[in-house]
C-alpha cells in the first residue's frame, strides 16, 4: 500500500489550498482514510476522515467549518479542503488509512501512512 500526500506549500493566511492523498497497492473499500497534521515540537493530531464505502465524515473540532474531506472513487484519491487558513494550521499534514472505522481518532489505529506534505501558512 502507498500513500501519497501532495498540495502543500507557502500559502497566506485566509487561503485555501486542497491537500490530496493518492492511494493505490489495494483497494479500500472497507477502510477509513484519515488526515492528521504534526506541527513542530507538538505530537500528531486528528484532522478528519472518511469511511472509503460509505463516505461517512469526522472531523476534529478545530476543523468543522472550515476544512471538508472528501475522496473520488475513480482516482482512489483522498482530499482535503482547507479554507481561512490560520498561520497555526502551519504543519506537516500526513494521510493514513486504517482497516474500519473504530476509532478514526487514533493514529495508533492506522496501519498506512504517507511521506506527509509541508503546509506554511504566513500572517
Known amino acids: 500500500v502507498q500513500l501519497q500526500a501532495s498540495g502543500g506549500g507557502l500559502v497566506q493566511a485566509g487561503g485555501s489550498p486542497r491537500l490530496s492523498c493518492a492511494a493505490s497497492g489495494r483497494t479500500f473499500g472497507g477502510y477509513a482514510m484519515g488526515w492528521f497534521r504534526q506541527a513542530p515540537g507538538k505530537e500528531r493530531e486528528f484532522v478528519a476522515a472518511i469511511a472509503w464505502s460509505s463516505g461517512r465524515t469526522y472531523y476534529a473540532d478545530s476543523a468543522k467549518g472550515r476544512i471538508t474531506i472528501s475522496r473520488d472513487n475513480a482516482k482512489n484519491t483522498v482530499y482535503l479542503q482547507m479554507n481561512s487558513l490560520k498561520p497555526e494550521d502551519t504543519a506537516v499534514y500526513y494521510c493514513?488509512?486504517?482497516?474500519?472505522?473504530?476509532?478514526?481518532?487514533?493514529?495508533?489505529?492506522?496501519?498506512?501512512w504517507g511521506q506527509g506534505t509541508q503546509l506554511t501558512v504566513s500572517s
Open positions: 493514513a488509512a486504517q482497516w474500519g472505522t473504530v476509532n478514526v481518532r487514533d493514529p495508533l489505529k492506522y496501519n498506512y
